[in-house]
């Protein structure tokens, strides 16, 4: 008998949480199903998944901004795409792949299942964008078998504003392979922070780099991991506060893991999320976190047990946070083990399969 075939679905190839946890997925259902991969272009992403020989498709149209003649052709290309392979599953991450996709699976009596990191109606986004996401989502939530939300507050914010229904939605958290170099919180020398993300709209890397300002002169260093178009301006704002010697801009990375566990402390401020994966990395490397307190981050970081929770755009409550921990390493300790024991506790990359697999099953 053929194994059934899943089609994976999603915007953008690029290094981030989405794709991260795409990939997980691909290396770890290949095995269980004829899988494949499509995308708006090449990147990151899609050379990982040839490496492990799934076939990869790219479909030009598929771009992140809303544009009707290209969505039209995207749809058009997505339908095309599933009459020639003829998937059994469509699993659609993003939101603009989770609406095409959706939309070409209804075409063509495909079942669909779609996963939310993070909708894009969260508080935080700008009214405008909110309110066209949120009608599409709305729209586009009947045409899919199952929606996943990875965090009990997307879950929670879904309902209440009548996306999807009851016997649709689920939760399921992101989950990591539980092996990862450690870190030493509390080793002697200068504390140095990490924040990884993309410098995009998304992410509030002045609010840190203004935190840093207020740190007491020389405590901490601070390593941003990530690339995106908003990194020249968050270099000159370093310069202009006078703390440029005490950032070092990475760009992308491809050793993550082994750059947290050189560090003392995680940060993450941020305007609005889903659950991010930066943090669960973080956690899984054990380092306490200071993180900005919305959508479900407070599902990972316990305020005052493995971390700190701060609110938006307040650089003064930032650096008092990381002051205290920059000045207490038995309390960096403390709470990077804590860290670790809740990571190993609710967030592996196996409990995460247990929770999946029979949604596929089920959809299939």
């Known amino acids: 008998m053929r194994k059934p075939v899943l089609l994976y679905l999603i915007t ?30 090449a990147g990151p992403l899609t ?35 599933f009459r020639l392979i003829q998937p059994d599953l469509v699993h659609a991450h993003s939101s603009k792949a989770g609406t095409v996709g959706r939309m070409a699976a209804k075409f063509t009596g495909i079942p669909a299942i779609f996963t939310a990191h993070g909708w894009a109606f969260s508080e935080g986004i700008r009214p405008g964008r909110r309110l066209i996401a949120l009608a599409m989502e709305q729209l586009a939530s009947g045409w ?15 309902l209440r504003l009548h996306v999807g229904k009851p016997a649709q939605m689920c939760v399921v958290k992101y989950g990591l392979v539980a092996q990862a170099p450690a870190a030493t919180p509390d080793r002697p ?28 002169p020389g405590t901490a260093d601070l390593n941003l991991i990530g690339e995106g178009e908003r990194r020249p301006a968050c270099e000159q704002l370093a310069r202009d506060l006078g703390v440029a010697q005490h950032i070092r801009f990475w760009g992308d990375r491809l050793d993550v893991p082994e750059l947290l566990a050189d560090c003392h402390m995680f940060v993450l401020c941020t305007h609005w999320e889903g659950l991010p994966i930066s943090i669960l990395e973080a956690i899984r490397a054990g380092l306490p976190v200071v993180a900005t307190a919305v959508s479900g981050v407070p599902e ?13 755009k307040d650089p003064s409550v930032l650096a008092q946070a990381l002051q205290r921990l920059i000045e207490n390493p038995r309390l960096r300790a403390e709470m990077g083990q804590q860290a670790r024991a809740r990571f190993l506790a609710h ?18």
Request: aromatic residues 6%.
């Open 144 to 158: 899919a078998e199952r929606l996943i939300c990875v965090s009990d507050y997307d879950y929670r914010l879904a």
């Open 47 to 81: 050379r990982a998944a040839q490496a492990v020989g799934v076939p990869v498709h790219l479909i030009p149209a598929l771009v992140r901004q809303i544009s009707p003649h290209l969505d039209i052709a995207a749809v058009a290309g997505l339908v095309s795409l």
């Open 12 to 41: 953008r190839p690029d290094l981030g949480g989405a794709q991260s946890h795409v990939l997980d997925l691909i290396r770890a259902f290949r095995e269980d199903y004829e899988t494949h991969l499509a995308v708006g272009f």
């Open 300 to 312: 990972l970081v316990g305020d005052g047990e493995t971390g700190f929770l701060i609110p938006r």
């Open 347 to 364: 967030f592996t990359l196996d409990r995460m399969m247990q929770q999946i697999q029979p949604i596929y099953r089920e959809a299939v």
């Open 189 to 216: 020398g200068t504390v140095s922070l990490a924040m990884v993300a993309r410098f995009g709209e998304q992410k509030d890397h002045a609010t840190l780099i203004r935190g840093m300002a207020h740190l007491k």
